[in-house]
Nanobody, 125 residues
């Protein structure tokens, strides 16, 4: 059993930056793939980034590549995402998710075992 709690969302101006955090209460955090997903109104949930348990394999969706950095601190059971040059199309509910027992992380949401409640990001122009 586990819990994921996101924080750091809110309103950001276009061109600005944001930093999201996800605190995990998972005894297997160190062995879990972690991911950020997002869902905008009327759209399907999409993967934003994934990070392997040892941080050696990282994936970014094309739309955030080059302006986002996902990281994790296994000692603190915490996942992070820093995003710069934020665009209006980045506005969405952002979720962190954990996929247990994998070293190659999936980009499919139905593979993930635990989910946070989400943190809302709005972008003002």
């Amino acid at each position: 059993q586990g819990e994921l709690v996101e924080s750091g969302g809110g309103s950001v101006q276009a061109g600005g930056s944001l930093r999201l955090s996800c605190k995990a209460s998972l005894y297997t955090f160190n062995g879990a793939c972690m991911a950020w997903f997002r869902q905008a109104p009327g759209k399907e949930r999409e993967v934003v980034a994934t990070i392997s348990p040892d941080s050696t394999r990282i994936y970014y969706t094309d739309s955030v590549k080059g302006r986002s950095t996902v990281s994790r601190d296994n000692a603190k059971n915490t996942l992070y995402m820093q995003m710069t040059s934020v665009k209006p199309e980045d506005a969405a509910m952002y979720y962190c998710a954990a996929e247990l027992g994998r070293i190659y992380c999936s980009t499919e949401d139905d593979r993930y075992d635990y989910w946070g409640q989400g943190t809302q990001v709005t972008v003002s122009s």
